[in-house]
């Protein structure tokens, strides 16, 4: 009974919640900024020295292309086995995690690899299996498939998760077993956003192997670091110049891929 009052007031004055809800984001972020500690005095001073740096990667040079489109193709092979390996290895675990389909116990156990999974910066990876393969390419393939699962795995249990419960109680009535609950219930409703999903991890993928490359993984980005390491600017702006083309490209592939698969 004490809050019907607080009810009645809200009602009344409807222009208090969102007022409210604005003064806490307000303060929630003033509350971050400050913990940044930024010192804007010396962003605005070191503004010659962004512009001086960005002025030493041009022109860019490209005698380095035919290296740069090497490094590219392997740095898409990484993608292609990273990302596939992951998404194998993601089916069971956010099927296990799914709470319409999985036990309490078992959600809590997939969940929690997830998290811990989510929870190692992709570097980290690189350097682990660097450690275990040496330099090179297989180290960033293996890092990539880790770093895949933690968010494929998520993705697919959010899938599986907003399948329509009405169909699957009609399977259950007219007697279908799990594996047909499954094949004709989940299956149908999940693929195409799977795959959605899928492709739009490659394409984040080639990025994230770029960054490997800095840890000796292999792919673009091993180039990329050698040249920035050696203070040949303008060789590493065709590094990125490549990767920006590829990345672009695949991007507006993937995304027309995506809205067809989602229409499906």
Do not use: C, H
Not at 47 to 74: G, N, Q
Not at 79 to 98: D, F, M, Y
Not at 204 to 222: D, H, K, P, W
């Amino acid at each position: 009974m004490s809050y019907l009052p607080i009810s009645k007031f809200l009602r009344r004055y409807s222009w208090v919640s969102p007022l409210v809800i604005l003064l806490i984001v307000v303060i929630i972020y003033a509350w971050a900024l400050q913990g940044l500690q930024l010192n804007f005095e010396l962003l605005t001073s070191s503004a010659p020295y962004i512009v001086d740096f960005i002025s030493r990667l041009f022109p860019p040079d490209f005698r380095v292309l035919d290296i740069a489109i090497k490094a590219l193709i392997e740095t898409v092979q990484m993608s292609l086995w990273g990302t596939t390996i992951g998404a194998i290895i993601s089916v069971p675990i956010a099927v296990a995690s799914a709470r319409n389909v999985a036990p309490t116990w078992l959600q809590w156990l997939a969940n929690l690899l997830q998290n811990a999974v989510r929870s190692v910066p992709s570097i980290i990876l690189g350097l682990i299996f660097v450690a275990a393969t040496g330099l090179g390419a297989p180290a960033g393939t293996l890092a990539l498939s880790i770093y895949t699962i933690g968010y494929l795995a998520k993705f697919y249990q959010q899938a599986i998760e907003a399948v329509e419960p009405r169909s699957l109680e009609s399977l259950e009535v007219i007697g279908a077993s799990r594996l047909q609950i499954a094949q004709y219930g989940i299956l149908p409703q999940v693929l195409p956003l799977s795959l959605g999903y899928t492709l739009w991890m490659f394409e984040y993928n080639i990025r994230a192997a770029s960054v490997l490359g800095v840890v000796g993984a292999g792919g673009i980005g091993f180039q990329l670091k050698s040249y920035i390491d050696g203070f040949e600017y303008n060789k590493a702006t065709t590094m990125m110049l490549v990767l920006l083309v590829v990345v672009t490209v695949i991007d507006g592939f993937s995304s027309k891929l995506r809205r067809r698969l989602e229409s499906i």
